[in-house]
Each structure stands twice: as structure tokens, then as C-alpha cells.
T-cell receptor, first 116, second 115 residues
Framework: AQKITQTQPGMFVQEKEAVTLDCTYDTSDQSYGLFWYKQPSSGEMIFLIYQGSYDEQNATEGRYSLNFQKARKSANLVISASQLGDSAMYFCAMRPLTGANSKLTFGKGITLSVRP | DSGVTQTPKHLITATGQRVTLRCSPRSGDLSVYWYQQSLDQGLQFLIQYYNGEERAKGNILERFSAQQFPDLHSELNLSSLELGDSALYFC??????????????FGEGSRLTVL
């Protein structure tokens, strides 16, 4: 079974500053993928970034980077140069890369508010 | 725009009723996933279809059922509705039954309110 833990309460960050959103996971799979999604108030789920468990380098996508620490089973999202439009709910998710089960398991999410 | 279309966007109905939510996946995607998002349960996986066949089942109630049609669109049927079924229902698609390094592409969701 897979489990994603996001325990931070609502996060606040000043515009133009960086912020880290925490995610820890638990899985018995040797090969897995980690994802971050953004859900603004409008409700849609927007894919941000992906990290494979065998990737040696941390993933980056524009202002988003993933701080992947496999031994600690953490996959924190770092948003640099925060913008007002970054205010949203952020979900960490994972799925196995082998086997028949390909569903994404999500964490509870973290609310981020960017202050002007 | 993810390319995944869900209808209706909003739906208000009464307890005991039955509703159908519809999803059109991205062109060429064979796999469809249904998720339920409620305030207390977060995002819960309901069911997955791949090319018309059920592939995986999650926390889907017996009152709920789904299918994927030959044209790959999918429907989620919710019956004998209860107040607790009020939630945002997402459909997502992916190219294959087992994802490569890609993500799920989510629709905008169908917000169901049961009164």
C-alpha cells in the first residue's frame, strides 16, 4: 500500500520569496513516481512536476523544483519567486511504476497563500 | 486546458436520486480514472478503466458504477444519493493503462451537491 503525508498547516509566503511544501511518502514498491499538482480555487487539477524514484537528479520545471530525498522518503516541492497566482492547494501524489496498479495516491494537500 | 472534458460542471439534486457524470478523455488516451474529492476525505480513487475494461477499483461504493464506452468516453453513475455524496468528482485520463513517466490529465470536475 502507498501513503502520502502532507502535514503542514496552511502556508504563507511573501510575494517573490521561495517556499517549500513538504511531502513524505511510504511505499513497498522499488520503482515509483512522485507528482505534485496544483488546485486553484477554480477547482481544476494542474500537473506541476514529476520525479521518478530512479532519477538521480532532482526534477525542475520553471519555478518549481522537487527536493527528492529517497532515503528519507521525502519529495518536497520548492516554489521560487512566488507569485500571487501561486495561491492554491497543492497535492503530492505517487504511483508505482511497475505492476498492474497505476492509480495515483494523493496526500491531503497543503494550502498556500501568497501575500503581496 | 487539459483536453479532458467533464459534464455537467455543476449538479444539484435531492437525496435518493440518481445522476450520471460524463467524461471525455484526451484524444487517444485509453485509460480513464475517476476520483472523488470531499473536504473530509481528500482525493479518493474510485475506479479506473482501460480501453473499455475495468482495470482497478478503489473506494467506490456499491451505489456507484461506471463504464467506458467503445468511443472511450466514460460515465460515472451515482444512485440512491446521500448528503455525504456531495463532492467534486474528477475524471482523469492517461495514454496507457500503466503510466510511463507522464501524469494524469484531469478534467475540471463535476461538482455534485445533494440536498
Amino acid at each position: 500500500a502507498q501513503k502520502i503525508t502532507q502535514t503542514q498547516p496552511g502556508m504563507f509566503v511573501q510575494e517573490k520569496e521561495a517556499v517549500t511544501l513538504d511531502c513524505t511518502y511510504d511505499t513497498s514498491d522499488q520503482s515509483y513516481g512522485l507528482f505534485w499538482y496544483k488546485q486553484p480555487s477554480s477547482g481544476e487539477m494542474i500537473f506541476l512536476i514529476y520525479q521518478g524514484s530512479y532519477d538521480e537528479q532532482n526534477a525542475t520545471e520553471g519555478r518549481y523544483s522537487l527536493n527528492f530525498q529517497k532515503a528519507r522518503k521525502s519529495a518536497n516541492l520548492v516554489i521560487s519567486a512566488s507569485q500571487l497566482g501561486d495561491s492554491a492547494m497543492y497535492f503530492c501524489a505517487m504511483r508505482p511504476l511497475t505492476g498492474a496498479n497505476s492509480k495515483l495516491t494523493f496526500g491531503k494537500g497543503i494550502t498556500l497563500s501568497v501575500r503581496p | 486546458d487539459s483536453g479532458v472534458t467533464q459534464t455537467p460542471k455543476h449538479l444539484i439534486t435531492a437525496t435518493g436520486q440518481r445522476v450520471t457524470l460524463r467524461c471525455s478523455p484526451r484524444s487517444g488516451d485509453l485509460s480513464v480514472y475517476w476520483y472523488q474529492q470531499s473536504l473530509d476525505q481528500g482525493l479518493q480513487f474510485l475506479i479506473q478503466y482501460y480501453n473499455g475494461e475495468e482495470r482497478a477499483k478503489g473506494n467506490i461504493l456499491e451505489r456507484f458504477s461506471a463504464q467506458q464506452f467503445p468511443d472511450l468516453h466514460s460515465e460515472l453513475n451515482l444512485s440512491s444519493l446521500e448528503l455525504g455524496d456531495s463532492a467534486l468528482y474528477f475524471c482523469a485520463s492517461s495514454p496507457t493503462g500503466r503510466l510511463g513517466t507522464g501524469e494524469l490529465f484531469f478534467g475540471e470536475g463535476s461538482r455534485l451537491t445533494v440536498l
